[in-house]
């Protein structure tokens, strides 16, 4: 009998209207386009505008472009797992509203938390439910809406993160494609480097913790960027060793959109050229659990069938990783 694997059969995505670009930054806070894009590299990033939005609107809003692509019904869906570290309240889970919205009538749901590498972790997780033969069809969402953690005083900080969300379709195939292998690593000794101080058990909301702006995003730049290079890097070059994939033979490398310079870091460490690396860190900025769902959906009409991709990440926690997995239909999916 032949192997079942996951495969992606389709991919959603969305991202806000409002451009939040550096000339406005620039107006915030203490930053230059030009201190920003020879640092970064990003040129603007989407914010989710109006009352009442959050994280579970971006992906419902996914959810039912991806749906709509590969002619879904709702109904059908087994399974939604979203990663997210903005969830819309501490329960219930983002990911039931986000199934509510969606009219996933069918489907049981669960958040998952690992940052910037959560997508990694959820595609993961979701393969496997797919190969133990127990689902069918399982979304699996990337989404944050990281406006809502970022202090818009903090010059370090603010430039980085946008929102937005992205998701693709897991399917069984006994064909030679989708997702191969994987490689998951956390640290919780990095934690110190790259957290949100309060509002969890260790230290609730209060007036104080407000006052402190401890609810928003508090990272050493320094420390985070030389774990990251070091990390995405050496965990990509692994799986290519692990799977006897040349440079020649590698499609894509898709990479957290979280530094211009960490991606092209990593790209030479595995000896590819800049055309195989999928790069939108410039119009989107850091969207943490959506940026590789989001290149996928962008990318979407450039990929063939049995392309082989590498994706990775690196986040808070520390968390970090690589999933090899090999495309498994031609461009863009519409009916």
Not at 178 to 201: F, N, T
Not at 214 to 224: L, M, N, P, S
Not at 305 to 331: H, R
Request: proline residues 3%.
């Amino acid at each position: 009998m032949s192997k079942i694997r996951a495969a992606i059969t389709g991919v959603g995505g969305y991202v806000p209207e409002y451009r939040l670009t550096n000339d406005e930054l620039s107006k915030m806070v203490n930053t230059s386009d030009e201190w920003i894009m020879q640092r970064i590299g990003i040129k603007e990033r989407r914010i989710l505008k109006g009352e009442g939005k959050a994280t579970s609107d971006m992906g419902a809003r996914a959810v039912k472009d991806l749906l709509d692509k590969a002619g879904t019904d709702p109904k059908e869906i087994d399974l939604l797992i979203m990663a997210t570290v903005t969830p819309d309240m501490l329960f219930p889970a983002t990911s039931n509203l986000v199934a509510n919205k969606a009219g996933l009538k069918n489907a049981w749901t669960f958040d998952l938390s690992a940052a910037c590498s959560g997508f990694l972790f959820a595609l993961e997780t979701g393969r496997n439910f797919i190969e133990n033969g127990s689902h069918k069809k399982v979304i699996v969402l990337g989404g944050d809406k990281m406006s809502s953690i970022v202090d818009y005083t903090d010059r370090t900080i603010c430039p980085l993160f946008g929102d937005g969300a992205a998701c693709v379709l897991l399917e069984p195939t006994t064909e030679d494609v989708g997702v191969v292998d994987s490689m998951l690593h956390v640290d919780g000794s990095g934690a110190p480097h790259l957290h949100v101080k309060a509002g969890g058990s260790l230290r609730p909301s209060t007036h104080e913790t407000v006052d402190r702006k401890q609810h928003y995003i508090f990272q050493e730049g320094q420390t985070v960027f030389k774990f990251a290079v070091s990390k995405m890097a050496d965990i990509s070059v692994e799986m290519m060793e692990k799977h006897n994939i040349s440079p020649e033979d590698l499609a894509w490398l898709v990479p957290h959109q979280a530094n211009m310079r960490i991606i092209e870091a990593t790209a030479r460490r595995m000896e590819i050229s800049k055309d195989k690396v999928m790069i939108n860190i410039q119009r989107y900025g850091n969207t943490t659990a959506a940026t590789i769902p989001l290149c996928l959906w962008e990318w979407e009409e450039k990929l063939k069938k049995n392309d082989n991709i590498i994706l990775a990440a690196f986040g808070g926690g520390f968390t970090w990783g690589s999933i090899y997995l090999k495309w498994a239909y031609d461009g863009n999916r519409k009916v």
